[in-house]
């Protein structure tokens, strides 16, 4: 029964060769990957003026509240900053470009750092970016709910609960194994490029007629700074700077998928690259500029793109809540890559020996099971502490994004001095992609070493401008992580030496076995033991762990009347226990035995339901317990099935299967 | 290790033998038994007033607010209504008294209702009482915590936390096993008794000498009534009194533990229910006057005691503070006896098969393990809803005491009816005790009658005022309680009948075996399970699972080179599955045999620690699920020890141990 709920939940099987892709186009291959990086720009925006309004609360478009020296008020400052976010952006694309062309296979920063930089610093990446990914799922699902109750306050006090429906459902999607129907993913991506499209049009159009209108002040908003107010100062511009850089997340995503795409893979790879980068910067700085002009308020609830949407299409329109929909399903997709990336990064970790084996093992639907309740339970942790809360969040977030750029990039330097070094046409295997840029590998090295400097920079910004908020964190754990991988990595070799054989025929000579049946009282499952015993043909001796004087007589009794044969014997446990009694006897058998084996057999009762199951395990697991730790010591568990079954007259009874009923001796 | 840390929490095993009690003498036995009663004085009157300031706010002193037609304030209300709960409190004790005569042994609810009213009646009782355990524990933790928060508001915050972390620290003293020492568990009770005995005196000197301050307007309250405010009602009278019947809770205590008392055993145990009940009445009447004429404010935080503890003492005073610490201290006894009577009933109901056997099952220290740790589990999970509040969790307590107070006094009504039908000079067992009482049975069961009538009417006042504040969900889950232990009992006596045996030597023919190795690959575990098949002496034959073809054909390989006996079997596995293909195997050799044992070996690495297992569980528990359901497959799990070992250069290494280590043959 419980297998035909995971049918439904979780559909029917998949063979290992519905694993291949189809090839996607460009327009296609867009919609799948950019949506973690696209969505980002729900959230960024409105990142950058939270951090300001700590300079003037509310009042961050007041005159009165001014940058030092000027009229501009504070608000303003978003500009310049996302216009700088824009550079960087710029930049890591044209080095991710690179990337793209050298790693055909796919270069995602773990695979890029293996290459070049070795096995720690591989680690490290793959333990920044297996963190990024469990917040990629807490922050956007957080932000998407976050834009659905914006639209609908009543919500408000259940975001958490949402939040955690919605990861639960992703989880069982992709339990069930999300098939990579290009079509079907791109419906989201396009839908919000549409609706968010329109948005900035429709706000650049009011905004040069002058009538793109200022938010009504009965916006009811959740003042976010309840603090002192602080001076502005180059320390804040840093912070709210690198909050606007999560706008950079999940521009990596196509690296790692380069084999997704249509031949030329590498050059459609390459150029869908670009088309998302250019659409994010034109996303992100629209919606700066209009949040700006609209004079939205610097707050996490309503949502700057909620508030923005209300501006340009007033209330109640169908514009606004397409804007809020399309909005929340991008997000909800961003998460959904997460669901693609964390499995298969962890897999690659496990296949290494890095991470526990358990996550490279498909499941029926070609999924990491594994990986994928894994990456749901952190992500659901972290969205129970934050409450659910983008601003809570952002802080632990891009610290790891921005590492695996700066490693990633690194490593591209490094590729490109071994490049240097080759011989006119020599070919080596693994650098004969970059052959054509042999002649100036110098000039793409540069970029590569720049792109890697500026994203160290940032990393190290947002690593201190958010530190005492939640940046620290990361900052231990990473390291933290990699001591761990390192410790199974090691753990895994040890173990593989321990169990190695010589490479020659071993020596199995058969070895004198003791055999005792532990019994607990004498029924049907008791008979059957027996019976099992004898059929082994090896002399053996029932047992009986005696924690009650009278009961061990009684069944004494029932032992001679109804067994009668082998000798039984009652091993008195004055305390009560199970474990210890029974341990010590195998112990002596051990000894006398040197050599030998003792093989203990143990009856399990098995139930058709899991209810009725833990109504019936106590011992047996004591007990398998405490002889588990015992060299020499076999332990063999003899089943006795109990089944429902309906009667004659239409009641449930418990019965034993018919060929198993112990008879009588005829 | 583990078990080393479990001796340093738990403490040393106790033999059975320490189980007995000392004797208690009545002084003792009321300190022992009294705690869970007395300390109900900390809430009882609080809970009152909170309920009356529904009609005034914190104004409930305000002359302006008043009893309609009098001058009387609506706060006054709360001592006719502590004298009705007297006089009730009375009539309950009264009547219990006779059942600590009738029941020399013990008689606690469940048992009286099993002996007279039937099962289904006693199985009620049970879950009432065993859901009011779990309230006790919340309630009387959160009431401590709430004192202490009272004296310290900084840590106000942490409410929830400090009560998780004392009913942890509850939970390992009790499963470390309290040793019932009379003395020390004496001290709290007697610490309060004292000092609430001084505050109340001191309270009375001050009143009647006019100098009895009211409290300073300064206190900063938690305002509890931030809802509109309702007229005076009877219903709201009756809220007000079903809230203050808290009071009553524990009184039963005694009639449980009767022979914990020195002989003669009745008598002393009736003096002492008698002494509990005056003292009890005593507190309650006087803390209810006091806190009128202090006019203390209505609410939660400060308590009750905490703002009258500072009317009487003064701001930092010492006696302000030996006040909450006597109030924390015996709270804390109370939550502490749920934690004796909770595991010890449930035993009862576990040994007569009404809930999981693993109930009645003691530890190494002589405690119901399972019972405390569910206990502790549930209580914490309504500490954590509640946000450990009082108020919240009074509307579920205190039903299922008056509902056990109903059944076990109709029990009593029944047993008289049994005496009077005794014939003059007849004996019959069980009502031996009773025979005094023979005489005038009419009285002591009128008396029994009144009071099972008045606890029934509180029970419905109860469970009709507080319903939709809570009682709901204990009107509900009492019936779902009774039906999952019928379930459970039922389920138990079909086990028992399906296992059963005829009366006679049962069949037990030895059946043909068929071996199967499931190996996994080739190494010096392979070698292990070999060697123990061979040592069994059947033919066998290993068997792969083959989900990837180019490694199976390494394994067989490998197999040839380094086993090179009996046949080798890959089993493909085109979806990479692990249970299924074995299962079809072994479903297909059960067919061929008929009556035939199928026999799979497979082999189990064992770790020292329990983090290097787990990254070594997987495959054995996917085949032990897949096959235990398969009737005649008898599994057995040859393990296979990796230790830790330092070796001559002080590396610690994973090493087998020496006699498992596989050899070349010769």
């Not at 942790?381 to 700066?406: E, N």
């Not at 004055?574 to 009694?581: G, Q, T, V």
């Amino acid at each position: 029964m419980s297998i035909d709920v995971k049918r439904i939940l979780l559909g029917k099987r998949l063979q290992t060769k519905d694993l291949a892709h189809q090839a996607l186009s460009k327009p296609i291959g867009l919609a799948v990957f950019a949506s973690d990086a696209l969505s980002s720009t729900a959230y960024a925006t409105q990142e950058i003026l939270i951090v300001l309004s700590a300079v003037a609360g509310l009042a961050v478009w007041s005159q009165s509240e001014t940058i030092a020296g000027t009229t501009t008020p504070v608000g303003n400052l978003a500009l310049p900053i996302a216009i700088a976010i824009a550079v960087l952006l710029t930049i890591v694309t044209i080095s991710y470009r690179q990337t793209i062309f050298a790693y055909p296979n796919g270069g995602g920063a773990y695979i890029v750092a293996r290459d070049n930089l070795g096995e720690t610093t591989a680690q490290v990446a793959g333990a920044a970016l297996l963190t990024d990914y469990i917040l990629t799922v807490a922050v956007s699902i957080s932000a998407g709910v976050a834009q659905i109750v914006s639209a609908f306050p009543a919500l408000l006090p259940f975001r958490v609960e949402i939040a955690l429906v919605v990861i639960l459902f992703i989880t069982i999607v992709n339990l069930r194994g999300v098939k990579e129907s290009g079509i079907l993913f791109s419906i989201p991506t396009y839908f919000f490029l549409v609706v968010m499209g329109i948005t900035l049009i429709a706000g650049f159009v009011q905004y040069f007629s002058g009538t793109l209108p200022q938010l009504p002040g009965t916006i009811d908003v959740e003042v976010h700074h309840a603090g002192e107010l602080q001076a502005l100062s180059l320390f804040l511009i840093l912070r709210a700077f690198s909050s606007g850089c999560t706008a950079l997340t999940g521009i990596e995503a196509i690296s790692n998928g380069i084999t997704a795409f249509k031949d030329p893979k590498s050059r459609n790879a390459a150029t869908t690259l670009v088309w998302m980068s250019t659409i994010l910067i034109t996303l992100f700085l629209g919606i700066t500029f209009l949040s700006i002009q609209a004079q939205v308020y610097p707050v996490e609830l309503p949502t700057v793109i909620s508030q923005l949407a209300l501006a340009i299409h007033g209330a109640d329109s169908l514009l606004y809540f397409l804007v809020i929909a399309g909005t929340a399903l991008i997000l909800l997709m961003a998460a959904n890559t997460a669901y693609a990336d964390f499995p298969r990064l962890a897999a690659l970790h496990a296949g290494d020996g890095f991470l526990p084996r358990q996550l490279t093992y498909r499941g029926g639907r070609l999924v990491f099971s594994w990986g994928i309740t894994a990456l749901a339970l952190f992500a659901g942790l972290l969205i129970i502490i934050s409450g659910a809360s983008v601003t809570f969040l952002i802080p632990l977030y891009a610290v790891g994004v921005f590492l695996s750029f700066t490693i990633s990039q690194a490593g591209m330097v490094v590729r490109y001095n071994k490049i240097s070094k080759l011989k006119p046409g020599e070919v080596v295997k693994g650098l004969e992609t970059d052959l054509h840029y042999e002649k100036n590998w110098r000039f793409h090295q540069i970029i590569s070493g720049v792109g890697s400097a500026l994203t160290f920079v940032v990393m190290m910004v947002f690593a201190i401008t958010k530190f005492t908020g939640g940046a620290w964190f990361i900052v231990v754990l990473v390291p933290v992580l990699v001591f761990i991988f390192f410790r199974i990595h090691h753990h895994y070799k040890e173990v593989a030496k321990a169990l190695s054989l010589p490479r020659t025929k071993v020596d199995t000579h058969a070895r004198p076995v003791q055999t005792l049946i532990l019994i607990d009282n004498v029924h049907a499952e008791t008979a059957r033991m027996v019976n099992f015993a004898k059929s082994l043909g090896h002399s053996w001796k029932a047992i009986h762990i005696g924690t009650n004087p009278e009961k061990a007589a009684q069944i004494e009794a029932k032992w001679n009347e109804r067994i009668g044969e082998g000798s039984f014997e009652v091993i008195p446990s004055p305390y009560r226990l199970l474990a210890e009694p029974i341990r010590e006897y195998v112990d002596k058998l051990l000894d006398e035995t040197p050599d030998g084996y003792v093989h203990v057999i143990m009856g399990q009762l098995v139930m058709d339901t899991f209810w009725e199951q833990a109504l019936h395990q106590n011992s047996a697991f004591i007990f398998n317990l405490a002889l588990s730790g015992l060299e020499r010591v076999v332990v063999t568990n003899v089943p006795y099935q109990i089944h429902h079954e309906v009667d004659a007259e239409g009641h449930d009874r418990l019965v034993p299967s018919e060929h198993q009923q112990a008879t009588p001796t005829h």
